[in-house]
């Protein structure tokens, strides 16, 4: 451990020495704007690639909602809007009918407005329809990701609501609402925004967040995500500029020494001006469209790979043992259960019974123990371990591997989610920021309503963002 944070440290000075004697252009000493041309070429040639504008299309109604579909439908993007309507409508029907009969109703429901889109477009009744579609899948993900939340209505169904006409802004204002509220009102210690810093943990170096200390990244693990978030994130924007004629003067990064904590493409800013309001619209959506489709990716790729490498019927992976425990002495841990009383054991242990005596046949031979009382569950028997898939016995020798991989993949997923969302914040310098600014511009409304528009957003989110980092001084007085 201590030879790889020695080496960690000599890369870092080392590697930050050659940055300054590049002249490259620094901030407060130690944080570098490197400026290049590499990459350049390869984002011109990927934003050949027929299709970008349909996904960009796509990115504005899944990030925006509504709201989205009603902007869209402004700048004359009927066409395209028709078939995401089908997109969305075959998600919303699998999602939300569960016999064949309601899906093929729906779906044929879907197909219908989908041509009527196509034909006669209608700004507010493309707000209205979008906005009714995307709440049925907002209000059943709820239902899905957290049981329990039909038992919180009265929370779930205005967030579904507002979520289903403004989009993932409005999840951002209503959890920072919400956390706000716990702060000032219920004295809650936890920020609800905090920056990714470095950090230690038991003698290893990685990323963490200020108040989250049972989140750690270690470093090389940090570094890899980061370098994919950054990298798919500046690329997307980079491709939609390309779409549009706007060439880039450079792409780089932003780096902490040699750390990178930032990433950019360099469009021609006079072109971006000159450029119409939807085509800059695509181009702000495609950053955290990108994460977003990363973070999705990475799911994927996880769960095949769990699936692959890990079944139930390999057994039970023994992980600890509890001291004074029916187990304890009994069992130990990395022992593999094949059978309990000769049944699955992922079943019995569901419905063990407690002052039972039970058999459990491992990869170390039968053991017997008496089960007890479950410490939090009244009734149900208690054995005292804790316990996973075991890895599928052709894949033993890569064991090491896939879990390193997993963890990767972990973090790509969490960081890509992270970014993805705050960047959707209504709120510039974040693309969320400049997007509500192009959507209220295209209202045509007074300049200086819509100067009064945009600093009651900025005084909003600035309100916000300071409640919910107040906790943060605390921590900071409690660390000098």
Request: aromatic share 12%; proline share 4%; with cysteine.
């Amino acid at each position: 451990m201590m030879f790889g944070i020695i080496a960690f440290f000599l890369l870092f000075f080392v590697g930050t020495a050659l940055l300054m004697r590049k002249n490259e252009q620094r901030y407060l000493g130690i944080i570098f704007l490197i400026r290049t041309k590499y990459g350049i070429k390869f984002i011109e040639k990927i934003s050949k690639l027929p299709g970008w504008k349909f996904i960009a299309d796509f990115a504005i109604v899944a990030s925006l909602s509504g709201i989205g579909a009603l902007y869209l439908s402004s700048q004359g993007r009927a066409k395209n809007l028709s078939a995401i309507f089908l997109l969305f409508g075959i998600f919303a029907c699998f999602v939300n009918f569960h016999t064949i009969e309601l899906f093929i109703v729906g779906l044929l429901f879907v197909l219908l407005f989908s041509v009527i889109i196509r034909k006669f477009p209608n700004h507010y009744l493309l707000f209205v329809v979008f906005s009714i579609l995307i709440f049925t899948i907002t209000a059943k993900g709820y239902l899905i990701l957290v049981p329990h939340a039909q038992m919180e209505i009265l929370t779930t169904l205005p967030m579904s609501i507002l979520i289903s006409i403004f989009g993932l802004p409005a999840f951002i204002l209503g959890a920072l609402t919400t956390h706000a509220y716990e702060i000032i009102f219920m004295h809650s210690e936890i920020p609800g925004i905090s920056p990714m810093l470095p950090s230690v943990k038991d003698g290893e170096i990685g990323l963490g967040f200020l108040g989250y200390n049972e989140i750690f990244i270690p470093v090389w693990y940090g570094i890899i995500a980061l370098i994919v978030l950054l990298t798919s994130h500046e690329i997307s924007h980079g491709i939609l500029s390309y779409v549009h004629k706007i060439n880039l003067k450079s792409t780089g990064l932003l780096t902490f020494g040699i750390i990178p904590i930032g990433a950019f493409v360099e469009p021609d800013e006079e072109a971006m001006k000159k450029c119409e309001g939807y085509k800059r619209m695509q181009i702000y959506v495609m950053g955290s469209f990108a994460n977003f489709v990363v973070a999705m990716i990475g799911v994927l790729l996880l769960t095949l790979i769990v699936s692959a490498a890990y079944s139930p019927d390999n057994g039970m992976l023994v992980g600890s043992v509890m001291n004074n425990s029916p187990s304890y002495g009994v069992l130990s841990e990395g022992m593999i259960i094949y059978k309990i009383d000769n049944e699955d054991p992922w079943k019995q242990l569901q419905n063990l019974s407690q002052n039972k005596t039970i058999t459990l046949e491992t990869n170390e031979g039968n053991r017997t123990l008496t089960t007890g009382q479950h410490p939090n569950i009244e009734g149900r028997g208690y054995v005292g371990i804790t316990y996973s898939l075991p890895i599928n016995k052709d894949l033993e020798n890569f064991e090491n591997f896939i879990r390193i991989l997993l963890e990767l993949l972990k973090w790509i997923i969490l960081l890509n989610f992270l970014v993805g969302i705050t960047n959707l914040m209504p709120l510039s310098p974040f693309d969320g920021g400049k997007m509500v600014e192009e959507i209220i511009a295209s209202l045509n409304l007074n300049k200086e309503i819509v100067g009064h528009i945009i600093l009651a957003i900025i005084g909003l989110m600035l309100f916000l963002l300071i409640i919910n980092a107040f906790p943060i001084l605390k921590i900071i007085s409690e660390i000098f």
